[in-house]
């Protein structure tokens, strides 16, 4: 579905701000519940000027080759919600879907719960990324987003457009159930973990978005969090 390719977060939305010669600005939060369950959120913004120029972009693509072409921030409420009812047979309903203009800036955001991490990997949210959670030594839990096989393709995508990737920013959040141990996060706080990849403070922040482990491990409460993929 367009609502799909337009808005799964990694790689193609990534991919779409190489191609499309812009970079949104991205903001994922996963909310982990003691019962295996949580929310996904995500939210993209991009400068309402920029924004300006890929759609014209879009217009003339789809021109050329007579189909539909997404941008980065379409957004139509209506089929959003019409698509999600796919998903709610596995267990994954949308809470919020919105869209607004501040400061320059179009924003979309998107949040959705789902009764078990199987029942997410299902849809096309992080279905490129292995989700696990385990017991580890000392009876904590650990959660890992594993990211796919590195492709040298995009790394050398990458490096070769870092000049149009100005601007890009990615903020990855992991709330847990029970306090934080340890994780690989660049900022922690107590169920908090964030990792962040920004090309202002780092030119690399788009290889390590796609080839980056996020790691995170929290006391196992009581009863745990059940493990996954199911033992």
């Known amino acids: 579905m367009v609502f799909h390719r337009a808005f799964r977060f990694l ?13 949104v600005q991205i903001e994922q939060t996963l909310t982990l519940d003691q019962n295996g369950g949580g929310t996904l959120s ?28 997404p941008t980065p921030l379409a957004f139509d409420e209506a089929q959003i919600r019409e698509d999600f009812k796919e998903y709610e047979p596995l267990g994954v309903t949308l ?8 400061e320059g800036k179009r924003t979309v955001r998107l949040k959705m719960r789902f009764a078990s991490l199987g029942a997410l990997t299902q849809t096309e949210f ?8 385990k017991r580890v030594d000392g009876g904590a839990m650990e959660f890992a987003q594993i990211a796919p096989p590195s492709d040298p393709m995009m790394t050398e995508m990458a490096e070769l457009m870092r000049e149009m990737m100005a601007g890009f920013r990615a903020e990855l959040r992991v709330e847990t159930p ?10 922690q706080d107590a169920r908090v973990a964030r990792w962040i990849f920004d090309v202002s403070n780092d030119p690399r922040a788009f290889a390590r978005a796609q080839q980056m482990d996020l790691r995170v491990r929290f006391a196992a409460g009581d009863p745990p969090m059940p493990e996954f993929p199911p033992e």
């Open 11 to 23: 790689p193609l939305p990534l991919i779409a701000c190489l191609l499309l010669s812009a970079c």
């Open 42 to 69: 995500v939210q993209y913004a991009m400068t309402t000027e920029m924004l300006a120029e890929v759609e014209a972009h879009a217009r003339a693509e789809a021109e050329a080759i007579g189909e539909e072409v």
């Open 95 to 102: 809470e919020e879907a919105a869209s607004w203009e501040a």
């Open 126 to 133: 992080l279905s490129d990324r292995q989700l696990r959670v």
């Open 178 to 187: 029970t306090d934080i141990l340890e994780s690989n996060a660049d900022e």
